[in-house]
């Protein structure tokens, strides 16, 4: 199972972009999936997450601005970014937790990393 994520670019303050992530692979399903997003010299830091069932949470510095939603038929999750600013210039990773089945149809639970989209926001 793999995620790829697309969608990053240069934009101006004040612009929108769409980021997109999908999963793929064989014999698994995914619960939770999310994105974080990491500035230079800074942690890594929770931007969004939504449940299987459609639920989002978004932290503070982007509620409002941001919508987090999925396609569960494709096993997508996207980050709609409205109003941008220059401090949300940053490497966006998506995340995704996950359940696949061995060849023993045996459980393994886990969490997948996206590669990382970079997001520019010029002043």
Not at 26 to 36: E, K, L
Not at 68 to 79: E, G, P
Not at 81 to 102: F, G, H, R
């Amino acid at each position: 199972v793999q995620l790829q994520a697309s969608g990053g670019g240069l934009v101006q303050a004040g612009g929108s972009l769409r980021l997109s992530c999908a999963a793929s692979g064989s014999r698994f399903s995914i619960n939770g999936m999310g994105w974080h997003r990491q500035a230079p010299g800074k942690q890594r830091e929770l931007v969004a997450t939504i449940s299987s069932a459609g639920v989002p949470l978004y932290a503070d510095s982007v509620k409002g601005r941001f919508t987090i939603s999925r396609d569960n038929a494709k096993n997508t999750v996207y980050l709609q970014m409205n109003s941008l600013k220059p401090e949300d210039t940053a490497v966006y990773y998506c995340e995704a937790d996950y359940i696949y089945y061995n060849s023993r149809d045996e459980p393994v639970v886990g969490r997948l990393w996206g590669q990382g989209t970079l997001v520019t926001v010029s002043s």
